[in-house]
T-cell receptor, first 115, second 117 residues
Framework: DGGITQSPKYLFRKEGQNVTLSCEQN?????MYWYRQDPGQGLRLIYY???????QKGDIAEGYSVSREKKESFPLTVTSAQKNPTAFYLC??????????????FGSGTRLTVV | AQSVTQLGSHVSVSEGALVLLRCNYS??????LFWYVQYPNQGLQLLLK??????LVKGINGFEAEFKKSETSFHLTKPSAHMSDAAEYFC???????????????FGKGTKLSVIP
């Protein structure tokens, strides 16, 4: 079955440590997105990519980095510069062009906690 | 620019009662509109969408929504609430391929629905 997989489901980070969240899709979608979710704040866009080897900053990119070396993969690194990384992170993917009206497909999320 | 406002961060209904979750959007051109549902510690799942055509759209789990251009609204309804409907619901809008932010959804802040037995 086609889908989008995020791993790990739970992740713990020590102060000053970089961690990488994985996002893989086998839907042949062109675009991929990373969102951060905090209680009461909805979904905030961190980064997005509409084509391989290209990505754009979203509304809250500071302290995060991404790469898009393959169409299927869009890993997110939470760096030590992100001072408040504890949150639920969601990855999504979509078609572009006329098929965008199908909307996003979401992964099941990664909950990151600073210890 | 596009934006989404969901009225009420928390809504409580009795089991069997009508569910009404409100969503208003601002957009300079006719948008695509979506409702998503999120259960605890899970990702978002598409409930229904409006792109073109019939303004009353039906989705999964008995939900439906009506696009009202004159009111810039896309409210979500279900005639009879079930305990399993307790979740958080997000309204989203996009201009699709036109305008700034092409192929990006703008989400509301969400409405948490509680169903009282």
């Amino acid at each position: 079955d086609g889908g989008i997989t995020q791993s790990p489901k739970y992740l713990f980070r020590k102060e000053g440590q970089n961690v990488t969240l994985s996002c893989e899709q086998n839907l042949n979608h062109d675009a991929m997105y990373w969102y951060r979710q905090d209680p009461g704040q909805g979904l905030r866009l961190i980064y997005y990519s509409q084509i391989v080897n290209d990505f754009q900053k979203g509304d809250i990119a500071e302290g995060y980095s991404v790469s898009r070396e393959k169409k299927e993969s869009f890993p997110l690194t939470v760096t030590s510069a992100q001072k408040n990384p504890t949150a639920f992170y969601l990855c999504a993917s979509s078609m572009v062009g006329t098929s965008f009206n199908y909307g996003y497909t979401f992964g099941s999320g990664t909950r990151l906690t600073v210890v | 620019a596009q934006s989404v406002t969901q009225l009420g961060s928390h809504v409580s209904v009795s089991e069997g009662a009508l569910v009404l979750l409100r969503c208003n959007y601002s957009s300079s051109v006719p948008p695509y509109l979506f409702w998503y549902v999120q259960y605890p510690n899970q990702g978002l799942q598409l409930l229904l969408k409006y792109t073109t055509g019939a303004t009353l759209v039906k989705g999964i789990n008995g939900f439906e929504a009506e696009f009202k251009k004159s009111e810039t609204s896309f409210h979500l309804t279900k005639p009879s609430a079930h305990m399993s409907d307790a979740a958080e619901y997000f309204c989203a809008v996009t201009l699709g391929r036109s305008g700034a932010g092409s192929y990006q959804l703008t989400f509301g802040k969400g409405t948490k629905l509680s169903v009282i037995p």
